[in-house]
């Protein structure tokens, strides 16, 4: 970005927020590593539960997100209905390393079961946003952060008013 900040960019953009993310908390190294190598291939991210969320989360009733518990149905909500075309997602491995950023290019996510799928030799998340716009690609061993960043769940929103260290520290990245 030519010496400018992330903080810069989002001034630029007239954005006080932006989704941050960890790449599979759950899974192994080398599994993470083959989805973080997926996700910059294809321009995209994406989320999934996929032994409770099994359709589309938009097309499911009240009752069906309720099986997912109150954690994964603000985690599906703000990946489906909350992100916007010109979000920023900023990719964290753990709380220790940046891994990349990214801006939402397409309205809508797509549910797409077959990226889930046993079927699927190269698997993926089923809930994605494809076309996304890399501003920012680490590689896999990722950006060491200045301090580590910690955050309940799989994916969160940032934002100047908020008295978190991420708002602080991933705005001074230089992408």
């Not at 539960?49 to 599906?76: K, N, Y």
């Not at 990226?115 to 993926?124: H, I, W």
Request: aromatic content about 12%; charged content about 25%; some cysteine.
């Amino acid at each position: 970005m030519n010496g400018k900040t992330f903080g810069d960019l989002l001034s630029s953009e007239h954005k006080d927020h932006f989704y941050i993310m960890h790449l599979s908390y759950g899974l192994n190294k080398k599994e993470r590593e083959r989805l973080w190598k997926y996700a910059t291939e294809k321009n995209m991210i994406g989320l999934d539960l996929p032994d409770i969320v099994t359709r589309d989360w938009v097309t499911l009733s009240e009752s069906e997100r309720e099986m997912a518990g109150p954690h994964w149905i603000r985690q599906f909500d703000r990946f489906c209905n909350e992100m916007h075309k010109g979000d920023f997602v900023v990719i964290l491995n753990g709380i220790y390393s940046l891994l990349g950023i990214a801006k939402i290019t397409e309205p809508t996510h797509h549910f797409d079961p077959y990226l889930s799928s046993k079927e699927n030799p190269n698997p993926f998340f089923d809930h994605i946003r494809e076309n996304v716009e890399w501003i920012k690609k680490y590689p896999w061993d990722g950006c060491t952060l200045p301090q580590p960043l910690t955050f309940d769940g799989t994916l969160d929103r940032a934002t100047s008013r908020s008295r978190s260290p991420r708002w602080r520290v991933l705005t001074m990245i230089d992408p």
